[in-house]
Each structure stands twice: as C-alpha cells, then as structure tokens.
T-cell receptor, first 113, second 114 residues
Framework: GDSVTQMEGPVTLSEEAFLTINCTYT??????LFWYVQYPGEGLQLLLK?????DKGSNKGFEATYRKETTSFHLEKGSVQVSDSAVYFC????????????FGTGTRLTIIP | SAVISQKPSRDICQRGTSLTIQCQVD?????MFWYRQQPGQSLTLIAT?????????ESGFVIDKFPISRPNLTFSTLTVSNMSPEDSSIYLC???????????FGPGTRLTVT
C-alpha cells in the first residue's frame, strides 16, 4: 500500500539556518504530494503541493520538488525564522480518484533565536 | 479555499459519557473526513463522510463507537461514545475541495477523558 516516510525529528536549528526535511514515498502511479504545517495548538494548514513529476511547490519561502526518479518531496527553506517552529507533515494522495490522504509521521521543527 | 470551524475547541469529559463534535464548512463539499491525532503522533483517518450515504470507516474504527452524521453538504458531526481515557486525543475534521484538489482541515477538538 501507499506510504510516506519522513525524516525523524525533532529538528532544532538556529534562526536564518537552511532547512531540509526529507520525505520519500511509496505509491503506484503518479500521486499528488503535499506538505502540511501544524502550529502549536492549531489544526493543519496546507503549505504547498505538487501534482506531477518535476513540479515545484512553493509558499512562504518554503519549496519542495516532486522527484519521481527518487520518489522524494523534500521540504527546503533558505533562512528559517522563529515563527517557522511547528510540526511539518508530508502527505500523498493517490491519483485514481481516492481522496484519502496518507500522512507521514510528522517532523517537529524548533527554531532558536 | 474552504474555511472549516469545529465546536467545541476542547473539552474534558468523564469516562463512560459521550461527546458530539460539530464541523462546519463555509462552502459545499462532497467529501468530509474525520481524523484522530494522539499526542505527538501523526493523523489517523477514522472515517469518510459523504452527504446522503453512510460513513465509511477505516480498519479499527466502528460506527457504534464513532457514529457520524452528514445531513448536508456543509456540516458533519462525530460522536465519541462511551469514552475511556484512551480516547483522549485531538479530533480533526477536514473537507475535500474538488476544484482545487486540496484538503482543508479544521482547528481540531482537544478531548481529555478522565
């Protein structure tokens, strides 16, 4: 079945550091890929998405590129801020009309001033 | 994008009682979902709720424990029945936006069972 594997956390970085959170997936066909962010005490917010190979999703300085050859969708940001502290979830959606998301385990990110 | 609200935002309940969580979407959606997120964990899908049909439950979840209603295209409820401390969790509803092909989430209901 479909699965998403995320980099183990927690991750602690200093402000303005470069961020990478790894995400790889297993799925048949060509799923859509998503990153969601959950700030403390809140629900999930869609951060970015990519629907086909080589697509790059971007939002709020975050980027992720859909790499079919490596089945990856790594999240990156060039310079993190304290306000980026949150839990980040990678997720996939199969491409055959099933709207059920499969989530990774989440990566807790803490940014230190 | 769809805006989703949930009520209550949190509650503390006694073992053996039931709690109904309401989920309201600001636009009409075909598919709504209910998830459970245990402390420090990822999301686990409880069921899919389509308007006009019975909810479809995932493995490990049953209708007697988690009855769901979906009376129209903007509203759903999840009831957590005969609660035990193991039901302490965050319950999230979400809605599928078919036009944008994206799923949006409510803020969650934080449930503590004592």
């Amino acid at each position: 079945g479909d699965s998403v594997t995320q980099m183990e956390g927690p991750v602690t970085l200093s402000e303005e550091a470069f961020l990478t959170i790894n995400c790889t997936y297993t799925a048949t066909g060509y799923p859509s890929l998503f990153w969601y962010v959950q700030y403390p005490g809140e629900g999930l917010q869609l951060l970015l998405k990519a629907t086909k190979a080589d697509d790059k999703g971007s939002n709020k300085g975050f980027e992720a590129t859909y790499r079919k050859e490596t089945t990856s969708f790594h999240l990156e940001k060039g310079s993190v801020q304290v306000s980026d502290s949150a839990v980040y979830f990678c997720a996939l959606l199969p491409n055959f009309g099933n709207e059920k998301l499969t989530f990774g385990t989440g990566t807790r990110l803490t940014i230190i001033p | 994008s769809a805006v989703i609200s949930q009520k209550p935002s949190r509650d503390i309940c006694q073992r053996g009682t039931s709690l109904t969580i309401q989920c309201q979407v600001d636009s009409q959606v075909t598919m709504m979902f209910w998830y459970r997120q245990q402390p420090g964990q990822s999301l686990t899908l409880i069921a899919t709720a389509n308007q006009g049909s019975e909810a479809t439950y995932e493995s490990g979840f049953v209708i007697d424990k988690f009855p769901i209603s979906r009376p129209n295209l903007t509203f759903s409820t999840l009831t957590v029945s005969n609660m035990s401390p193991e039901d302490s969790s965050i319950y999230l509803c979400s809605a599928w936006d078919r036009g944008l092909e994206e799923q949006y989430f409510g803020p969650g209901t934080r449930l503590t069972v004592t």
